[in-house]
């Protein structure tokens, strides 16, 4: 954490990237760290701000293309991202926001360099993939059920430096087999619903990540109701 002992969360180009709830991710984030007693401080830093490298988690969502390649293209250009991965810090990407952690995406029929934060390429599927998305998480990371909601029209390629986020079971993910990626403490998903919300579980992995505290169990009534509906709904 940061030196004030601050969880410092940065919310990427919410001008540029934020569909389906996503900005939902860094609510419940807060929330969630607020309720084990940590302080937070979030920042948002839009695409004509230079990103902060000292964040602890930096949250980045989804967006059509055009929006896709320019937040790229200025994440590449800023670098401050990638300085603070460099530090060890936490990053929550989802969909475009996942597409850019790799080495290459489609946009709008152009391929576009990625960020190269995740061993990841990324092309056009045939279809678009829409609706629920379901799948059984990595056992590596030991957390319940993936649910979330994918509207995309890119796939997503794996290669050795990554390990898939999920094995889908509901939707198409990735490729209609594996679901996200993650390395270290990158993380990226198609999931969104907002994420977060649905896998509060994910939250305090991300929380863990930046702290390195063991967090204690709260009221998660609420969202267990909301996981077992949306889940009930893809079975
Ligand atoms: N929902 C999204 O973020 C879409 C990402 C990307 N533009 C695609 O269609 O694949």
Redesign the pocket.
Same mark, same amino acid.
């Not at 969502?61 to 293309?65: A, F, I, L, R, V």
């Not at 989802?94 to 597409?99: L, W």
């Not at 994918?150 to 890119?154: C, L, M």
């Given at each position: 954490m940061s030196t004030e002992s601050h969880l410092r969360i940065i919310w990427l180009y919410p001008d540029l990237?934020s569909?389906?709830g996503d900005r939902g991710n860094l609510l419940i984030l807060a929330r969630r760290a607020d309720l084990r007693g940590l302080p937070v401080e979030c920042a948002e830093v839009r695409a004509d701000q230079p990103v902060p490298a000292d964040g602890d988690v930096y949250l980045i @969502? *989804?967006?059509?293309?055009g929006p896709?390649a320019l937040a790229a293209q200025r994440l590449i250009a800023d670098g401050g991202l990638h300085r603070a991965v460099e530090r060890g810090a936490t990053v929550f990407s989802?969909?475009?926001?996942?597409?850019l952690m790799g080495h290459a995406?489609?946009?709008k029929g152009t391929k576009c360099p990625g960020l190269g934060l995740l061993d990841i390429t990324?092309d056009?599927g045939e279809t678009?993939a829409v609706g629920e998305l379901a799948g059984e998480v990595d056992p590596m990371l030991g957390l319940p059920m993936l649910t979330g909601f994918?509207?995309? @029209? *890119?796939r997503t390629h794996l290669g050795p430096g990554v390990r898939p986020l999920a094995r889908v079971t509901t939707g198409i993910g990735n490729d209609g087999a594996s679901e996200g990626a993650w390395k270290g403490r990158v993380l990226g998903t198609?999931s969104?619903g907002p994420a977060l919300a649905r896998n509060p579980a994910i939250a305090d992995l991300l929380i863990r990540w930046a702290t390195g505290l063991q967090l204690e169990p709260i009221d998660d009534r609420w969202p267990t109701k909301l996981r077992e509906e949306r889940l009930s709904a893809v079975r």
């Open positions: 990237l569909t389906y @969502g *989804g967006g059509e293309d896709q989802v969909c475009a926001g996942y597409q995406f489609f946009a990324s056009r678009r994918e509207n995309h @029209g *890119g198609y969104h």
